[in-house]
């Protein structure tokens, strides 16, 4: 089957809350690897081409170390036009200075942007998942100014945003600061070979977490899929 010929994909480009895991992370997952199931649930209706997703984001990954990497080349490669890209970037960026919201990271995603439309696909924005950090009682926010950087690309690009960082922030908050943790990676010890003296990350998700961002980006990203079908998207889903 050539690439004209195959069946549509939704390429992910991103760090470790994205990105698949080893069996051995187990419960640690990233959301992409079941947005396929997800999405599909949703974009079916009467049409029954099928949606694949290509997870090639990395954890530890920024706008640049990705394109280091060899994965912003991989991910040319596997696109075909009409191809839907996502990208979520920022955890990792925003802990280096030269990729400051308003300078690599933009120039970095700018660049993204103006490649996989350079091959007919359509490249989606992605705010930064939230993180469960609280201080007395309240969520706090932890990417600085790069959701804001997501916001003004999408404005200046005219490319489709899913705004992630608030959704995931409304679902943490929405089960509360204790409840919440179910959403992430923490056991303690003992209670898993995999980690024999216990985790509490909150930052990766659980699989159950990764579970409902998975539905959550699938509930906003299933219009643009169905409108690609037809004409490429120009509207925010947030």
């Not at 179910?182 to 699989?207: K, M, R």
Request: net charge negative; aromatic share 6%; proline share 5%.
């Amino acid at each position: 089957m050539s690439a004209r010929e195959r069946f549509p994909r939704v390429i992910l480009a991103g760090d470790s809350t994205v990105a698949p895991y080893v069996a051995t992370a187990y419960p640690m997952s990233g959301w992409g690897a079941h947005l396929g199931a997800a999405l599909s649930a949703r974009c079916a209706g009467g049409d029954a081409t099928p949606l694949h997703v290509v997870d090639l984001a990395k954890n530890g990954a920024t706008t640049q170390s990705h394109r280091e990497d060899g994965l912003w080349a991989a991910v040319l490669d596997a696109v075909a036009a009409g191809d839907l890209v996502l990208l979520q970037f920022g955890h990792n960026d925003q802990k280096h200075e030269h990729l400051s919201a308003w300078s690599g990271y933009t120039e970095n995603l700018a660049r993204m942007i103006q490649e996989v439309r350079d091959r007919g696909a359509h490249p989606v924005l992605c705010t930064p998942v939230a993180r469960r950090h609280y201080a007395d009682g309240r969520l706090l926010r932890t990417h600085g100014e790069h959701p804001a950087a997501v916001f003004a690309l999408a404005e200046t690009f005219d490319v489709p945003l899913l705004d992630l960082q608030s959704r995931t922030r409304d679902l943490i908050e929405g089960l509360g600061e204790e409840p919440s943790r179910s959403l992430f990676t923490q056991l303690p010890a003992g209670s898993s070979l995999l980690y024999p003296d216990g985790v509490e990350d909150n930052t990766h998700y659980s699989v159950d977490g990764a579970i409902a961002v998975a539905e959550i980006v699938a509930e906003l990203l299933a219009p643009l899929v169905r409108s690609t079908r037809g004409a490429q998207p120009s509207v925010s889903a947030r």
